[in-house]
């Protein structure tokens, strides 16, 4: 009971609201956040793809001390990088003993701590892009490379809908406990209890289909009364909805610098 | 009515409704998911991978690309982006994987009342989507390390985590979160849930085939991106090598960095423009069909 408790706890719709709210919204003022998606998206394509490509540790090392500025100057909470860096290193290790289980020795080291290099970069260059833009900037920068007006609807969506539906989740989850009966043991490390709560995680979602039909018939209805599907296939809709994202000076000096900085780093290693 | 053959046509709304019933409601589960702890029993991990059951029924019931397009939209969204958690490329991989092997489980099934099918169908499902992901995975450390058969240990190592994960998920997630659900809420839900949505309940003579999302479009952009692949993994392997690598300097100048950091920009936008056509050509079959 008291596992259920402490689940339940972290249910709290409140908490899941201003979760949401700061994880959006929480770092508007930073260099990252005034730069146009678009350049994000560049910078990205580039530290998020070519390390897979390089070999060379000390351009990489290279990149990842870029990184390392960056997502410093992003302000990303200290949290997500220790978690994330436990987690590659996590990974490596356990890649590393596997191996020395298998006939690996030392020389294993090496080609894992280049790996690990590599997987660092390519996150902390998604960290300090995604982190750093808000939905709204988000979703522009995607219908503006191409992406369909669904996707950013339904991130807009997601954002609106999301606290309702783990509310009417939790009514129903409290209802099925309420009609319900808890097991009176909690049998062997806890394992009827926990069984008893996955199967009404999983029967509390037969209710909520049902609703949620019918909320994304309304919605979509609502959407047909104030046009948004001629919106998402006619260009000039998208045009002049877009009209604000701008490149300025600063997009460029920042592109500009990142590219000088790779080209330093490959001539200077080569 | 004329030619009962014909592909069970949906409107444009309606395929809206699909997707979004799919989205909210898959990315509702992972939310959920992300909540609830994880279990060791030695080195075997009981964790809820995902409520895969969610998209698989609305596959089965509903026309599938839309649900699984859908589903794996929302586990982007809800799990990733809201959470802050958004990792760029990596996620393309996961919204593929995901939507293609639901997409196939719903393809499967012609009957949803015929238990045997919706099972069958939602264990191939899983499968699927975990063959990709071990794949893809054993894949990230073959490119990631050079000369991956020279290191010792790695490569059999590598493949037996993936190999054990594999089994992991598709025995205790895809049996527990998959089967079961799936089989309990389909015939359940069949025939209740579609007038909601305006529309009549699949009937047997609805089919849907693979040839709609594998189209030649897809294969020849896969075979570029493996191709190019290749030849990055090929130019590293001969070209950057320490022994001659001055000489090369002096053989083609001190272009050469250019045009190797300019073909790496190239893959990038390469990359960026077939992700943003196979979006267009998704939107364009929409108002195709509609």
Not at chain 2, 155 to 176: C, K, P, Q, R
Request: glycine share 8%; charged share 15%; aromatic share 14%.
């Amino acid at each position: 009971m008291e596992y259920g408790r402490k689940w339940m706890d972290k249910l709290s719709v409140e908490q899941v609201k201003i979760e949401l709210l700061h994880t959006a919204y929480g770092n508007s003022d930073i260099f990252f956040a005034k730069l146009d998606p678009r350049t994000l998206f560049i910078w990205y394509s580039y530290f998020g793809i070519t390390p897979w490509f390089l070999h060379n540790e000390y351009i990489l090392l290279g990149m990842l001390l870029f990184m390392l500025v960056t997502t410093y100057f992003a302000k990303i909470s200290p949290l997500i990088m220790l978690i994330l860096s436990l987690g590659l290193l996590g990974q490596g290790g356990s890649l590393l003993i596997i191996a020395l289980f298998f006939g690996g020795n030392w020389a294993t080291l090496m080609p894992l701590f280049i790996l690990t290099v590599k997987l660092m970069v390519i996150s902390l260059a998604s960290i300090t892009v995604f982190c750093s833009m808000n939905p709204t900037q988000l979703s522009n920068g995607l219908l503006k490379i191409g992406v369909p007006g669904q996707v950013s609807f339904s991130i807009a969506y997601g954002y609106r809908m999301l606290p309702t539906l783990v509310e009417e989740y939790h009514h129903v989850f409290q209802s099925f406990r309420l009609r319900g009966k808890a097991p009176e043991k909690r049998g062997f490390l806890y394992i009827r209890t926990i069984s008893y709560f996955v199967k009404l995680a999983v029967m509390s979602f037969y209710p909520l289909l049902l609703s949620t039909a019918k909320r994304a018939r309304t919605t979509v209805e609502a959407l047909e009364t104030k046009g948004s599907m001629y919106g998402f296939n006619h260009p000039e809709v998208k045009k002049l909805k877009l009209k604000t994202l701008k490149m300025k000076k600063r997009d460029y000096l920042f592109l500009i610098a990142s590219f000088l900085y790779v080209v330093l780093l490959f001539v200077y290693f080569y | 009515m004329s030619n009962l053959e014909n592909r069970f046509i949906l409107t444009q709304s309606q395929k809206m409704m699909v997707f979004i019933l799919s989205m909210s409601l898959y990315g509702l589960s992972n939310m959920i998911t992300e909540l609830v702890p994880e279990f060791y029993i030695g080195p075997i991990e009981l964790s809820v991978e995902y409520f895969a059951f969610i998209p698989l029924t609305l596959c089965i019931l509903f026309h599938p690309l839309y649900a699984a397009i859908g589903a794996s939209l929302g586990e982007v969204i809800f799990g990733e982006i809201m959470l802050g958690q958004f990792g760029g490329f990596g996620e393309l991989e996961k919204f593929i994987a995901f939507s293609l092997a639901m997409y196939v489980a719903g393809t499967l099934v012609r009957d949803p009342k015929n238990k045997l099918q919706v099972g069958i169908a939602a264990m191939v499902g899983i499968i699927i989507h975990q063959a990709i992901s071990a794949i893809v995975d054993i894949l990230k450390v073959w490119v990631g390390v050079e000369e991956l058969e020279a290191v010792p240990g790695l490569a059999e190592s590598i493949v037996a985590i993936e190999g054990f994960y594999f089994l992991n998920d598709v025995l205790f997630s895809g049996i527990l979160f998959a089967l079961l659900p799936t089989v309990y809420l389909v015939p359940r839900l069949y025939g209740k849930i579609e007038p909601l949505l305006g529309m009549k309940p699949r009937t047997r003579d609805d089919r849907y085939s693979l040839k709609e999302i594998v189209g030649p479009r897809l294969i020849v952009g896969g075979i570029l991106l493996a191709a190019f692949a290749f030849l990055f993994e090929f130019l590293s392997e001969t070209e950057f090598n320490w022994e001659w690598e001055a000489d090369f300097v002096e053989m083609f100048g001190d272009w050469f960095v250019f045009i190797s950091i300019g073909v790496a920009a190239f893959i990038a936008i390469i990359t960026l423009v077939v992700l943003s056509n196979r979006k267009k050509n998704n939107t364009q079959k929409d108002e195709k069909v509609s």
